[in-house]
């Protein structure tokens, strides 16, 4: 969704001239350290048959859990790292990639409750005149607009200039002001509507956002997410690249970069992450805790806060746009939550409130932004355990 096939073509250019990042280290067996009573759940043969089933069809590796009236099952196949052999597990740490903006939206709307940020501030208030008078559509935005990506910016993700600068300084801590430049001039993606009904999905939203609560608290960002999301929730294995050091744990990131069947590790392609778009790792077990905080224990943000976030716009088929999270599925169950797409990994993390308030998440270590034949594997595997929870 975030990314083009063009990027790909860039990749595989550019990938040789790249530097090891720090995602490339051996990666480490994590444990355990809560109790698994997955095979005591009723349909715990039901759903490791898929796992492996679909781990078996090339995904490196890949975890899941799900929580439903029966309670809470996870399972895990494949490997964290190939090379090294290590086994990918419910414990492992991988990248979460645009998961992130669902829990920098979190930390948003938190600042909002305590009376730090209104919603409806259009970002000139708080951004550089530079920024509002180069980037389309920024002259009319308000930080609402940003999170339900209402603005109509133009996606630095997709602009091939972002990539060859990001890909070839790997270890580069970019900064917000760096990235935006990206957009600096670009075509917009639709024109600026107040109160819009449709919405263009692009990370510079993201961006632009993590910039303005900079502006706006005189706090970086990262420290929110730490103190308001990470913290408070209590995921002890979840980091925020490249703002804290990654742990050992984290899994090798792979995509078949030549498109020939063949899957390459690109771990060390690091895209600009720490700037609201992207940057999380995390594992399951800490994104199901997120998940029962926002949704159901409701301990990160009020009634009205998730009332808000949940005022959805259309995107395309598979996905309608909230305020910091998208409504993604087929038939009359779908999950609320986010997906994420990154070089080298993919995941979701969906609530299903007219299901029995159930949850599914999922990561795995292989990208799935361009056309491979294990891009549909990876989707075929999801819609597969997304019909087993909601019967559709």
């Not at 990938?15 to 350290?33: P, Q």
């Not at 740490?93 to 829990?103: D, G, H, L, R, Y």
């Not at 980037?135 to 990539?163: C, P, W």
């Not at 989707?379 to 019909?387: G, H, I, N, P, S």
């Amino acid at each position: 969704m975030t990314n083009k096939i063009l990027i790909f073509t860039i990749l595989l250019v550019s990938a040789i001239a790249c530097k090891k990042a720090e995602v490339t280290k051996k990666s480490d067996v994590c444990n355990l350290t809560i109790a698994d009573s997955s095979a005591l759940h009723p349909k715990h043969q039901l759903f490791s048959s898929i796992l492996k089933k679909y781990q078996e069809k090339g995904l490196p590796g890949v975890a899941i859990m799900i929580e439903d009236e029966n309670g809470v099952w996870m399972g895990s196949a494949g490997k964290a790292d190939l090379k090294a052999g290590t086994d990918f597990k419910p414990c492992t740490v991988a990248k979460v990639a645009s998961i992130t903006k669902m829990m920098f939206a979190a930390a948003v709307m938190q600042l909002r409750e305590q009376g730090k940020v209104n919603l409806d501030d259009k970002i000139s208030k708080w951004l550089d005149a530079d920024i509002i008078k180069n980037v389309e559509n920024a002259d009319q935005a308000t930080i609402r607009d940003l999170l339900q990506h209402s603005t109509g910016i133009f996606d630095i993700i997709t602009d091939s200039d972002f990539y060859l600068a990001v890909l070839n300084q790997p270890n580069k801590k970019w900064t917000g002001e760096e990235l935006i430049k990206f957009a600096y001039n670009k075509p917009k993606t639709m024109d600026y509507q107040a109160n819009a009904t449709k919405g263009s999905y692009s990370n510079t939203n993201t961006l632009l956002l993590s910039m303005c609560i900079e502006s706006i608290t005189g706090v970086g960002h990262h420290e929110y997410m730490r103190q308001l999301v990470i913290n408070k929730v209590g995921m002890n294995n979840t980091y925020y690249q490249s703002h804290e050091e990654l742990t050992s744990q984290t899994a090798q990131g792979y995509y078949d970069l030549y498109n020939n069947g063949t899957i390459v590790n690109v771990s060390n392609l690091v895209t600009g992450s720490g700037n609201g778009y992207g940057g999380i790792y995390s594992n399951v077990i800490d994104l199901h805790k997120f998940m029962r905080a926002l949704f159901i224990e409701k301990t990160l943000v009020n009634q009205a806060s998730l009332d808000i976030m949940t005022t959805f716009i259309s995107d395309d088929d598979f996905s309608e746009l909230g305020v910091g999270l998208l409504r993604q599925g087929y038939g009359i169950h779908k999950g609320v939550g986010h997906s994420g797409r990154d070089l080298g990994y993919s995941g979701g993390a969906h609530y299903y409130p007219t299901k029995n308030n159930r949850i599914f998440v999922n990561l795995v270590n292989y990208g799935t932004n361009g056309e491979t034949k294990l891009r549909k594997v990876f989707y075929d595997m999801r819609d597969e355990f997304a019909k087993e929870l909601t019967n559709y």
